[in-house]
């Protein structure tokens, strides 16, 4: 049983990847509007970040050092700072949206507006990020974030026309209502949130604050490589649902309301709560996820105790930067912004956090004196590096894909 | 240490300093040269603290960064926390120290948010897991 239940670290920071609040409403939206026709981006993602992932878990292992120790290191001062502000703000921004996401969730329960749960949820949170030891934390939330899995049993039960799906998987191009640009908007948009930054902050610091060491290796992953795929699948059948139910009809999903809708139809009420628990658990999570990881990034950078592992009165600042960053999320929803275009503007800031985040861990990654004999084979070192240029490539691409579409739409 | 001669900016620089205990107590900020007895310039200390920080990051926001720092104090005469060479154990991914973090000063903003923040919390001596 403690050996199953290892793996919920991955799996918790894959739903805060693949799966948070602006995930379900985008991955929704896709399957509307292009069909399973981005299916692709949604399993490139997934390789970069298990290779990643991997990279990272394993340098905390070994070294015991987490990924924003590296950045600061191998980058420098100065680098490091510029990424810390976009990376602050992608985890800022994306925490503030998931506060909303939760407080969306329980609306879908109990039909009053979302606002006035904003502070009770935001409460909650930053209790469970005072209070709650990481471990328990971690499983809890991971395991209640499963109940996603509904999203699956939806898609079969609705008995799609599978043949149409697959030749849309097979034919990645954009569909006749739908121009290139768009597409390339929402690839990039897919692949950023497959790879969003605060995945790999929060997974090594996570293997850090469990206390890995080397024999952890494999712990580490079987993390990895059972918590992100299972991320993706969630991902993808939450898209296939909607393009089974909405992409015929023409609808545009732009409401969690609607990303729940196909699970109605096809499981019934008892899949509608299920549902709305998926929701609930997966964006509380994604809101540990990001609240801790807001923490981890700053105090990584200056070097200050951080971590659950300590009393909160030995990590001061620590604590003081997660608090701070609940009220910002906090008072960011309260201006009445809508929490799901949130996390659609956090993209610009990816563009400055994705490459300065995933070139130091590959450097480290090869470095014999954090790793011994754990660096990287050089097949590892071949996948990187592609992936090092295509995360350059959609970091380039992002901003201008967003104003010409004017965010996709 | 291996014989592998100590290259300032790589191996020490923006390091993260290790105590006695595995508490974390800064980054390598800064570096202190001083004068060996045959006129060779030798590393004296590490300085840990957003003064030194802020001096080597330079600019509009370093200078912010220093000026920050320097209100920000507990004895009337700010300066970064200066630990000699010689208290360093080990150098590797991070640098051990042989001492614990409590000999050593604790930065201003920790005492300060630990007094009036944190420390007020319900829960804030609760141990760890």
């Not at chain 1, 490459?355 to 990287?376: C, E, Q, S």
Request: charged share 15%; proline share 5%.
């Amino acid at each position: 049983m403690k050996r199953f239940l290892a793996v919920t670290l991955g799996i918790l920071t894959a739903i805060g990847g693949f799966v948070d609040i602006g995930d379900l409403v985008a991955n929704g939206e896709t399957g509307a509007r292009f069909g399973m026709r981005l299916a692709w981006v949604v399993v490139v993602g997934v390789l970069g970040i298990c290779l990643y992932a991997e990279m990272s878990g394993r340098v905390a292992a070994v070294s015991g050092r987490p990924v924003f120790d590296l950045v600061r290191e191998r980058l420098g001062a100065r680098v490091a700072l510029a990424n810390l502000a976009g990376s602050y703000l992608v985890t800022l921004l994306t925490l503030s949206a998931e506060i909303g996401g939760v407080a969306l969730a329980i609306q879908l329960a109990t039909s009053v507006h979302y606002l006035l749960w904003v502070p009770i949820a935001a409460f909650v949170l930053w209790v469970v990020l005072w209070k709650v030891k990481f471990e328990p934390m971690e499983r809890v939330f991971g395991l209640a974030g499963l109940a996603l899995v509904v999203f699956v049993v939806a898609l079969i039960a609705l008995d799609p026309p599978w043949g149409q799906l697959g030749d849309q998987i097979a034919n990645p191009v954009p569909p006749a209502t739908e121009d290139w640009a768009t597409y390339g908007f929402f690839a990039v948009a897919l692949f950023a949130a497959a790879m969003t930054p605060y995945e790999v902050f929060f997974f090594s610091s996570g293997g850090v604050e469990e206390k890995w060491t080397r024999r952890d290796l494999v712990i580490s992953r079987v993390n990895v490589f059972i918590g992100f795929p299972l991320g993706g699948v969630l991902s993808l059948a939450v898209m296939g649902c909607a393009a089974v139910v909405y992409e015929p009809l023409g609808v545009h999903v732009d409401t969690l309301g609607q990303t729940a809708l196909p699970v109605a139809m096809a499981v019934g009420k008892l899949g509608l709560v299920v549902v709305i628990l998926g929701f609930f658990a997966a964006t509380f999570g994604a809101a540990l996820e990001t609240g801790l990881s807001a923490g981890y990034t700053v105090a990584q950078y200056f070097g200050w105790q951080w971590g659950k592992l300590v009393r909160p009165r030995q990590a001061a600042r620590f604590h003081t930067v997660v608090l701070i960053s609940v009220l910002l999320g906090v008072a960011l929803l309260l201006t009445t912004a809508d929490p799901i275009a949130i996390t659609e503007y956090s993209l610009v800031f990816s563009a400055v956090a994705l490459p300065l985040t995933y070139l130091p861990i590959l450097i480290v990654a090869n470095d014999r004196d954090y790793l011994g004999d754990h660096v990287n084979s050089p097949f590892t070192n071949v996948l990187g590096v592609t992936y090092l240029v295509i995360i350059l490539v959609v970091a380039v691409a992002a901003v201008p894909l967003m104003i010409v579409t004017g965010m996709g739409s | 240490m291996t014989d592998k001669p100590l290259r300032v900016d790589f191996d020490l620089l923006d390091r993260q300093i290790v105590d006695l205990d595995g508490y974390l107590v800064g980054k390598v900020d800064d570096i202190e040269f001083g004068t060996a007895a045959d006129g060779r310039p030798v590393v004296a200390a590490i300085l840990v603290g957003h003064h030194a920080l802020g001096r080597r990051i330079g600019g509009v926001l370093g200078r912010w960064m220093a000026a920050v720092a320097r209100r920000l104090h507990t004895t009337g005469d700010p300066q970064p926390l200066r630990i000699p060479f010689e208290r360093v154990a080990k150098i590797g991914s991070a640098l051990w120290l042989d001492v614990r973090h409590e000999l050593l000063d604790t930065p201003a903003l920790e005492l300060w948010l630990r007094d009036n923040v944190i420390g007020r919390i319900p829960g804030a001596s609760d141990a760890g897991q």
